[in-house]
């Protein structure tokens, strides 16, 4: 593929994407043509689809290749989306379940042979899986299972040799044994850490996510998280983004109707930040202090001018 000296998506690049995602959409209805077939010599970097929830999660982990660039049959997956509070899919504070449902489905279409959908719920786990509509969303997908997970038995102590502060922590078992983990958070503004997104998203993967407030600078904890929990494919639910008193609202919620996928977490936490308004003012990546220094820690590109960008609407 070509690109100018500086990394930049050359007007050859943008015109190979357009052309793809007209040629797939022409030809979807027949099912005989794919992103990941037309873009077969194409690698970009992430992928942004609008549409429906379940259409555009689909169409953009397939511009990166489909699932099967990610899962491997027989491998077990989880699946990390937010559904810590017990709010329906309008107030934004959790993932769309036909975000979720449709990650899933297409775990199990790779192959996998297990599929866990789990996070660490900050309200009731009753109530945060009803309310969520993840867990009623996901029954009938085969080999797959919601859960909330507190108990403390279930989770196991982690070294995080790279971590500048924080050096352990307790991460659930069933994530540790993972062959997959995928990053799948709803867009929204947080109060301590600027914004909730992937990266910020895997707090709910630990026993204790109250040490990274108190004794250690948030940011800087959840860069040290990271190290070890990498997710290997992002998939973040723009379909609504709550702009305003997250991580609980209620707030100002905008209904983009947009995915955005990708194999760096902190490269599509960049986009994310730089496609959305945070309290109706534009932010850049590097103001979010996580963020930048993920970048500057070598995890991970905030410089998403320089990324390629590929687009679809479905």
């Known amino acids: 593929m070509a690109h100018n000296g500086n990394g930049r998506v050359t007007r050859r690049d943008f015109l190979k994407w357009q052309a793809a995602g007209a040629a797939w959409l022409a030809a979807g209805a027949s099912g005989l043509l794919s992103p990941a077939a037309v873009l077969a010599d194409a690698s970009p970097d992430l992928a942004v689809a609008t549409g429906g929830p379940a259409a555009a999660t689909r169409a953009a982990v397939e511009l990166l290749g489909g699932m099967k660039a990610f899962v491997k049959p027989g491998q077990k997956v989880v699946i990390k989306p937010n559904m810590s509070f017990a709010s329906g899919v309008d107030s934004a504070t959790t993932t769309h379940p036909e975000v979720i449902q449709a990650l899933a489905v297409m ?114 904890a959840i860069v040290d998280l990271c190290t070890r929990l990498k997710a290997h494919l992002a998939v973040i639910d723009a379909t609504r983004v709550l702009t305003t008193n997250g991580p609980g609202g209620p707030g100002k919620v905008e209904r983009p109707r947009t995915v955005i996928a990708g194999r760096d977490m902190v490269a599509a936490d960049a986009l994310a930040v730089s496609m959305f308004r945070w309290y109706d003012r534009s932010v850049e990546p590097r103001q979010v202090k996580y963020i930048r220094l993920a970048h500057e820690r070598g995890m991970g590109r905030m410089d998403v001018e320089n990324l390629r960008v590929a687009r679809v609407a479905v």
């Open 107 to 220: 775990c199990k279409e790779a192959g996998a042979g297990k599929i866990g959908i789990v996070d660490n719920p900050l309200r009731s786990v009753e109530l945060c899986l009803e309310q969520s509509g993840i867990q009623s969303a996901c029954a009938g997908v085969p080999d797959s299972e919601v859960k909330g997970v507190k108990a403390g038995g279930l989770f196991r102590e982690t070294p995080l040799p790279q971590g500048v502060s924080m050096k352990v922590t307790d991460i659930m078992a069933e994530v540790l044994e993972a062959d997959v983990l995928i990053a799948a958070p709803v867009a929204k503004h947080h109060g301590g850490a600027g914004v909730s997104l992937c990266m910020k998203g895997m707090m709910g993967l630990i026993y204790d996510r109250g040490v990274m407030h108190s004794r250690h600078d948030l940011h800087v």
